[in-house]
T-cell receptor, first 116, second 110 residues
Framework: NAGVTQTPKFQVLKTGQSMTLQCAQD?????MSWYRQDPGMGLRLIHY???????DQGEVPNGYNVSRSTTEDFPLRLLSAAPSQTSVYFC???????????????FGDGTRLSIL | GQQLNQSPQSMFIQEGEDVSMNCTSS?????WLWYKQDPGEGPVLLIA?????ELTSNGRLTAQFGITRKDSFLNISASIPSDVGIYFC??????????FGQGTRLTINP
């Protein structure tokens, strides 16, 4: 099925390790974003991109890097994992791009990340 | 920045009952979205609202964009077991990014 694909689904890391969470969409959406979901706090925006080559910070960007070399892919990198980054991470996309619109977002199924 | 307050945080109801939940914002929004999240999955869009006063239905679900543009409501009629999950509101005002409420966890007793 078309949509947003996230890999891996589960990951356990040790403090200080680095890793990349992968996100790919096949809907030719311009806008992609990363959220983290923690109990009782809803979804918080980490980073987002309005098109290939353009990224910007969201509400909680510290400790994470992103890049957008293609329209389809938007990987999230943890440079030095910390226990506070234990969370469920969701990638989302929407047709919204540089022109402002209110298109809702399509979400992947998430990556469950534990930092020991 | 924009903030959303979603209530209630959790609901425990009997199958067949109606459900109501709401979100209020600290500022005026021009978009309200309602999502449902099943365990182990990402949120799925239920209803999108783009105009103050708008009332939109999706089967047994009905959502309204408040007249003040600072609130939105979601109602579920005649609940069934598959309605169980977490419901999130999300909103956006002006050029701001989409913000999410804390979620309402719905549990249904058969």
């Amino acid at each position: 099925n078309a949509g947003v694909t996230q890999t891996p689904k589960f990951q356990v890391l040790k403090t200080g390790q680095s890793m990349t969470l992968q996100c790919a969409q096949d809907m030719n959406h311009e806008y992609m974003s990363w959220y983290r979901q923690d109990p009782g706090m809803g979804l918080r925006l980490i980073h987002y991109s309005v098109g290939a080559g353009i990224t910007d910070q969201g509400e909680v960007p510290n400790g994470y890097n992103v890049s957008r070399s293609t329209t389809e892919d938007f990987p999230l990198r943890l440079l030095s994992a910390a226990p506070s980054q234990t969370s469920v991470y969701f990638c989302a996309s929407s047709p919204e791009g540089r022109r402002a619109s209110n298109q809702p977002q399509h979400f992947g199924d998430g990556t469950r990340l534990s930092i020991l | 920045g924009q903030q959303l307050n979603q209530s209630p945080q959790s609901m425990f109801i009997q199958e067949g009952e109606d459900v109501s939940m709401n979100c209020t914002s600290s500022s005026i929004f021009n978009t309200w979205l309602w999502y449902k999240q099943d365990p182990g999955e990402g949120p799925v869009l239920l209803i999108a609202l783009y105009k103050a006063g708008e009332l939109t239905s999706n089967g047994r679900l009905t959502a309204q964009f408040g007249i003040t543009r600072k609130d939105s409501f979601l109602n579920i009629s005649a609940s069934i077991p598959s309605d169980v999950g977490i419901y999130f509101c999300a909103g956006r005002g002006g050029a701001q990014k989409l913000v999410f409420g804390q979620g309402t966890r719905l549990t249904i007793n058969p």
